[in-house]
């Protein structure tokens, strides 16, 4: 059973930094690619980004309004991708999930539960 | 980046009856490279559909997805009680896999 695991979601003031993790369990972790989505409180969602499998090249793709702050992760001997996130906004409060991704494209397959980040001083 | 607009934004149905939910993208989706996501609330979203119509194991055959190019649609036949959710179309055709704004399927 594929299994995602968030942790690290916290307050922050704005212009700080914070890394979430994503313990993934149930699957080959090193074949996978991995992605994060965020979704605001009552908002829909919003992709992130995501980064390839080692397998494939293990590079990173992000969205527009994240690119330059966010940075996607992994360590294929933990079974564990991170997002670094910093320069925060208050705009950057929102669950983040973490998800696996279908063959290194940005299709999302599997969700974990999400971690809360708030951004407030 | 290729933008998703999903209408309309809220579907007010009975239990029973057909909901047939659109996704228009700003340029064509290659290789049919989309798929739908059901939300309920206080839950994480689950994957439903992919490659614009094929179902995802364990999801009823009551959910199907079409189109094509440009236009895509979900359609639920005889809505269940635990269908009225949030429906997000998402496209992966690109590196970058953008979301629709949703579409909220709600008891009338």
């Known amino acids: 059973e594929v299994q995602l695991v968030e942790s690290g979601g916290a307050l922050v003031q704005p212009g700080r930094s914070l890394r979430l993790s994503c313990t993934a369990s149930?699957?080959?972790?090193?074949?996978?690619?991995m992605s994060w989505v965020r979704q605001a409180p009552g908002k829909g969602l919003e992709w992130i980004g995501f980064?390839?499998?080692?397998?494939?090249?293990?590079?990173?793709e992000y969205a527009a309004s994240v690119k330059g702050r966010f940075i996607i992760s992994r360590d294929d001997s933990k079974n564990i991708a991170y997002l670094q996130m910093s320069s925060l906004k208050a705009e950057d409060t929102a669950v983040y999930y973490c998800t696996r991704t279908w063959f290194d494209t940005p299709l999302v397959d599997y969700w974990g539960q999400g971690t809360l980040v708030t951004v407030s001083s | 980046e290729i933008v998703l607009t999903q209408s309309p934004g809220t579907l007010s149905l009975s239990p029973g009856e057909r909901a047939t939910l659109s996704c228009r993208a700003s340029?064509?989706?290659?290789?049919?490279?989309l798929a739908w996501h059901q939300q309920k609330p206080g839950q994480p979203p689950r994957l439903l559909i992919y490659?614009?119509?094929s179902r995802v194991t364990g999801i009823p055959d009551r959910f199907s997805g079409s189109g094509s190019g440009t236009d895509f649609s979900l359609t639920i036949n005889r809505l269940e009680p635990e269908d009225f959710a949030v429906y997000y179309c998402q496209q992966y055709d690109n590196s970058l896999g953008t979301f629709g704004q949703g579409t909220k399927v709600e008891i009338k």
């Open positions: 340029q064509s989706v290659s290789y049919k490279y």
């Open positions: 149930g699957f080959l972790f090193g074949d996978s690619a």
């Open positions: 980064i390839r499998s080692t397998a494939y090249d293990g590079t990173a």
């Open positions: 490659g614009a119509s």
